[in-house]
């Protein structure tokens, strides 16, 4: 089975509209991480959340955690034109502290 | 504010030649790793590195690969004799400990 599946695998909405990504996971986690990556580049690193948090703002952005459901949502408000990259989240099981990161959902933001 | 750098951005090499891909962590870090992409898929783990020796490997990670921490700096993963298969981004990323884990740009690598 997978960790870190998101969903939708595809988004495409309007400027200033919220994008929602959901993400689920199948083991216990210390963390989980999302991040952001334009078309054939690098990751960037959105926001941390811990296991022991419900939820977590930065920005634009706002990250909520549900262990129980082993799932995590990330919103981004008021989006823009730059915003359209692909959003993966990585969930860091502890130990080696290596990430399992998702598919990834493929966010459009048209202008 | 520090980064994770990788050298080269960009790596064309022909099947069975051997690549050197080189990263530098951020200095204070303790944890590294290597990841990669193929292209329109997920970033996959394949070996993390601590305290001078690997810690995990995935897989993917067979005796083709290997990496080193030559000099206290650089961090460097090699593919000794290349396939097809192999093309990807390769991502260096580094960590202190159960932190954000930071990537560098990564490095492209073609196989032909």
């Known amino acids: 089975?997978?960790?870190?599946?998101?969903?939708?695998?595809?988004?495409?909405?309007?400027?200033?509209?919220?994008?929602?990504?959901?993400?689920?996971?199948?083991?216990?986690?210390?963390?989980?991480?999302?991040?952001?990556?334009?078309?054939?580049?690098?990751?960037?690193?959105?926001?941390l959340i811990r296991s022991n948090e419900r939820e977590k703002h930065s920005g634009r952005l706002r990250v909520t955690l549900d262990t129980s459901k082993k799932s995590s949502s990330l919103l981004i408000t008021a989006s823009r034109a730059a915003d359209t990259a692909s959003y993966f989240c990585a969930a860091d099981q502890g130990g080696s502290e290596k990430l399992v990161f998702g598919k990834g959902t493929k966010l459009t933001v048209n202008p | 504010?520090?980064?994770?750098?990788?050298?080269?951005?960009?790596?064309?090499?022909?099947?069975?030649?051997?690549?050197?891909?080189?990263?530098?962590?951020?200095?204070?870090?303790?944890?590294?790793?290597?990841?990669?992409?193929?292209?329109?898929?997920?970033v996959e783990f394949l070996v993390s590195f601590y305290n001078n020796e690997i810690s995990e490997k995935s897989e993917i990670f067979d005796d083709q690969f290997s990496v080193?921490?030559?000099?206290?700096?650089?961090?460097?993963?090699?593919?000794?004799?290349?396939?097809?298969?192999?093309?990807?981004?390769?991502?260096?990323?580094?960590?202190?400990?159960?932190?954000?884990?930071?990537?560098?740009?990564?490095t492209r690598l073609l196989v032909l």
């Open chain 1, 1 to 47: 089975s997978q960790q870190g599946e998101e969903d939708p695998q595809a988004l495409s909405i309007q400027e200033g509209e919220n994008a929602t990504m959901n993400c689920s996971y199948k083991t216990s986690i210390n963390n989980l991480q999302w991040y952001r990556q334009n078309s054939g580049r690098g990751l960037v690193h959105l926001i």
């Open chain 2, 1 to 42: 504010e520090p980064e994770v750098t990788q050298t080269p951005s960009h790596q064309v090499t022909q099947m069975g030649q051997e690549v050197i891909l080189r990263c530098v962590p951020i200095s204070n870090h303790l944890y590294f790793y290597w990841y990669r992409q193929i292209l329109g898929q997920k």
């Open chain 2, 68 to 106: 080193e921490r030559p000099d206290g700096s650089n961090f460097t993963l090699k593919i000794r004799s290349t396939k097809l298969e192999d093309s990807a981004m390769y991502f260096c990323a580094s960590i202190l400990s159960q932190e954000t884990q930071y990537f560098g740009p990564g």
